[in-house]
């Protein structure tokens, strides 16, 4: 309620979110707001059940799970329907003319990817052309100050074929808050502190990224703002990246985050930020 009061309107899920639970939830969460009044996206690819049709991106998976979700959302059609992954095992024309007929359907409005390569999305693009497809609107890649591999290809190829970047992790998995320290255990209550979901987030506790963190923090401080708001900030500052996903648990932190978009950094600052990155301009996170 607090995103949509303070112009957020875009709301991300997964089928593969908990197996079909995170869809529930947020189709349950929007239910009494008007449909127009929000851009709802899901996505597919990761297993759904046990059996070798249960993942993907074939026709049947897609036209499927599809149906699927739109029932756990509660929803007559979905706005932005994401590949979540690559699928080495489907032809991507199947792939492209399966979306193109739930476009043609009414049941998704836009189709996009996640986390697909640079030659993917060039390829994916071509055969959309050659066989008169509708084109891919969006891709969905980890970008944060720490995970930049978009900038080498994929932004670019991106913007010659007229793909907007809707970023997932922009604050690294809550690293580029300031809430973990160098050298102190996790918080409790913090994501770092649940082993239960930590797995991704371990990557990056290590004590010279924190350390980079701390002077990123302290850059932030100089400039009045908070840390997450200097790194959304930085992060929306690509012309290519449409969006930046925030995850929020509380509506304080709907309130801090949504602030960054106001943010213009100047020139001086991003290098500022640059020579402090390059401490750990070798990071690789493990996945």
Request: glycine letters at 8%; proline letters at 5%.
């Amino acid at each position: 309620k607090r995103a949509l009061e303070l112009g957020i309107n875009f709301f991300d899920t997964a089928n593969a979110y908990n197996r079909g639970e995170g869809e529930k939830a947020i189709g349950a969460a929007l239910r009494s707001y008007q449909r127009s009044d929000y851009v709802l996206s899901t996505k597919l690819y990761f297993p759904m059940g046990e059996g070798p049709n249960d993942r993907g991106l074939s026709r049947k998976h897609i036209m499927e799970q599809c149906e699927a979700s739109l029932r756990r959302l509660g929803t007559d059609y979905i706005d932005v329907y994401f590949c979540h992954r690559f699928d080495n095992e489907t032809p991507v024309e199947e792939t492209l003319r399966a979306l193109d007929d739930l476009t043609a359907q009414g049941k998704i409005l836009y189709s996009a990817v996640s986390e697909w390569t640079a030659a993917q999305i060039a390829n994916a693009c071509g055969l959309s052309r050659q066989y008169n497809l509708r084109p891919l609107a969006s891709n969905q890649p980890i970008y944060n100050m720490f995970e930049r591999y978009i900038e080498d290809e994929v932004l670019e190829v991106s913007q010659r074929e007229g793909l907007g970047q809707v970023v997932f992790s922009p604050l690294a998995q809550g690293i580029l808050t300031g809430k973990y320290k160098p050298g102190q255990q996790p918080p409790a209550g913090t994501r770092g502190a649940d082993d239960s979901v930590n797995g991704v987030i371990n990557s990056y506790l290590r004590d010279d990224v924190l350390d980079v963190v701390g002077q990123l923090d302290q850059l932030a401080n100089s400039l009045d703002l908070k840390l997450s708001q200097l790194a959304l900030a930085w992060v929306l500052r690509q012309p290519g990246v449409s969006s930046a996903i925030i995850g929020a648990s509380k509506p304080e932190q709907v309130e801090e985050n949504v602030k960054a978009v106001d943010v213009v950094l100047q020139p001086e600052t991003l290098q500022q930020i640059e020579d402090i990155l390059k401490q750990v301009a070798d990071f690789a996170p493990a996945r």
